[in-house]
């Protein structure tokens, strides 16, 4: 399979700037049919981009977090069902109506909390901001997620979709009951038996960090730290390159991981094929179907475990077949599995926010599918 548009969909974004760099692997019936490192790893000092670059993963962090919450259900550590407040007596938040939320598990892995993304949060008071995982920090998970505890949802738990700082909190849930860090909690459960070597809430080899870019009228920019990122859909975020060194920034379950693309296509082909060594084939098969039934969420998707299932393709606006399963992190990456058709791609770039949600990442997609339909 030659994967043609693709190969020229890659040679066009790096020949005009539009994409810095970008590692992408595509996969069908677990044998690589693709894997191309196009670009700059550091543009100013010439550096180009290796199959083995590490990219911040943003929340491309959130399916390995989801993985290591699965593996420890399947090993009797928690449930899906167990009460949030059971495992973090510190963060109680409230319904709507002011009364105590019954907030779970499951909700959390869902992003059907009541929880948002919401970047006013960082504009508080410093005693009252609510770090929202991409920005540099001192707190601990604790320290920022009780400052929400008796605040308002934004609706019942169970009730809607949005998506949110959920995984987050679900972080801090793994923490407790493993009894470490979420990064050895991840460690142990997922990256250990995938190795998936470089899949760290840390930097494990300088020389293959690739510099961070930011979107900007004239192309991008080296991205400036921080970063007050706004665009014309409503997005709004606060990031920091740096925070990634900074060990007293808690582990952001939703965002604050780095590593190289390789490691995420072994978490994604290990759960497109069954969920082995992780957790059960059942598992993994409920992860990649809808599990947030029809309460109202993005149009043409529903949620599973991992990421958004395609439903209508039309109303998603996506070349992406129904069953598609996919999703990003905003520092530029973008991944799907074509559960269908044994397809599994892992994109990552170092250009926020098109690398993501830019025009770069349906075009990806529509090349692909181009290119089996060929």
């Given at each position: 399979?030659?994967?043609?548009r693709?190969h020229?969909?890659?040679d066009?974004?790096?020949?005009?700037g539009?994409?810095t760099?970008?590692v992408?692997?595509?996969?069908?019936?677990?044998?690589p049919?693709?894997e191309r490192?196009?670009?700059?790893?550091?543009?100013?000092?010439?550096?180009?981009?290796?199959?083995?670059?590490?990219?911040?993963?943003a929340?491309?962090?959130k399916?390995?977090?989801?993985?290591?919450?699965?593996?420890?259900?399947?090993?009797?550590l928690?449930?899906?069902?167990?009460a949030?407040?059971?495992?973090?007596?510190w963060?109680?938040?409230?319904?709507?109506?002011?009364?105590?939320?019954?907030?779970?598990?499951?909700?959390l892995i869902t992003?059907?909390?009541?929880?948002?993304?919401d970047?006013?949060?960082e504009?508080?008071?410093?005693?009252?901001?609510?770090?929202?995982?991409?920005?540099d920090?001192?707190?601990?998970?604790?320290?920022?997620?009780s400052r929400?505890?008796?605040?308002?949802?934004?609706?019942?738990?169970?009730?809607?979709?949005?998506?949110?700082?959920s995984?987050?909190?679900?972080?801090?849930?793994?923490?407790?009951v493993?009894g470490?860090?979420?990064?050895?909690?991840?460690?142990?459960?997922?990256?250990?038996?995938?190795?998936?070597?470089?899949?760290?809430?840390?930097?494990?080899?300088?020389?293959?960090?690739?510099?961070?870019?930011?979107?900007?009228?004239?192309g991008?920019?080296?991205?400036p730290?921080?970063?007050?990122a706004?665009?014309?859909?409503?997005?709004?975020?606060?990031?920091?390159?740096?925070?990634?060194?900074?060990?007293?920034a808690?582990q952001?379950?939703?965002?604050?991981m780095?590593?190289?693309?390789?490691d995420?296509?072994?978490?994604?082909?290990?759960?497109?094929?069954?969920?082995?060594?992780?957790?059960?084939?059942?598992?993994?098969?409920?992860?990649?179907?809808?599990q947030?039934?029809?309460?109202?969420?993005?149009?043409?998707?529903?949620?599973g475990y991992?990421g958004?299932?395609?439903?209508?393709?039309?109303?998603?606006?996506?070349?992406?077949?129904?069953?598609?399963?996919?999703?990003?992190?905003?520092?530029?990456?973008?991944?799907?599995?074509?559960?269908?058709?044994?397809?599994t791609?892992?994109?990552?770039?170092?250009?926020?926010?098109?690398g993501?949600?830019?025009?770069?990442?349906?075009?990806?997609?529509?090349?692909?599918?181009?290119d089996?339909?060929?």
């Open positions: 399979m030659a994967m043609d693709v020229r969909l890659l066009q974004v790096t020949a005009s539009r994409i760099g970008a992408v692997l595509i996969f069908r019936d677990g044998v049919v693709l490192a196009v670009g700059y790893q550091d543009r100013e000092a010439g550096v180009p981009v290796g199959i083995d670059t590490i990219f911040r993963y929340s491309v962090t399916p390995i977090v989801a993985a290591t919450a699965l593996a420890m259900v399947e090993r009797g928690l449930t899906l069902n167990d949030v407040a059971d495992h973090l007596p963060f109680v938040p409230l319904d709507p109506d002011g009364t105590p939320a019954d907030l779970r598990v499951r909700h992003h059907t909390s009541g929880l948002a993304y970047a006013s949060l504009r508080l008071a410093p005693d009252r901001v609510v770090n929202q995982g991409l920005s920090t001192n707190v601990s998970l604790e320290e920022n997620f929400l505890s008796g605040a308002k949802l934004a609706f019942r738990p169970g009730e809607q979709w949005a998506y949110s700082t995984i987050d909190v679900l972080g801090a849930v793994l923490e407790r493993h470490a860090t979420l990064e050895d909690a991840v460690v142990r459960y997922v990256a250990e038996p995938l190795q998936m070597r470089d899949a760290r809430f840390r930097v494990t080899d300088l020389s293959r960090l690739a510099v961070a870019y930011a979107d900007a009228p004239d991008p920019v080296r991205m730290d921080p970063w007050h706004q665009n014309d859909t409503g997005f709004e975020a606060y990031f920091s390159p740096s925070r990634i060194f900074n060990d007293r808690f952001s379950g939703g965002a604050g780095a590593g190289t693309a390789r995420v296509m072994r978490l994604l082909e290990t759960v497109r094929t069954g969920g082995d060594p992780l957790f059960s084939r059942e598992m993994a098969e409920a992860g990649l179907s809808n947030i039934g029809d309460v109202p969420g993005n149009p043409g998707q529903r949620f991992f958004a299932i395609i439903t209508d393709p039309a109303a998603a606006m996506t070349a992406l077949p129904a069953g598609a399963v996919q999703w990003g992190g905003v520092y530029g990456n973008t991944w799907f599995i074509l559960p269908d058709q044994g397809v791609v892992v994109s990552l770039s170092n250009n926020a926010m098109e993501c949600n830019g025009a770069y990442a349906e075009d990806l997609r529509a090349a692909v599918c181009a089996l339909a060929a």
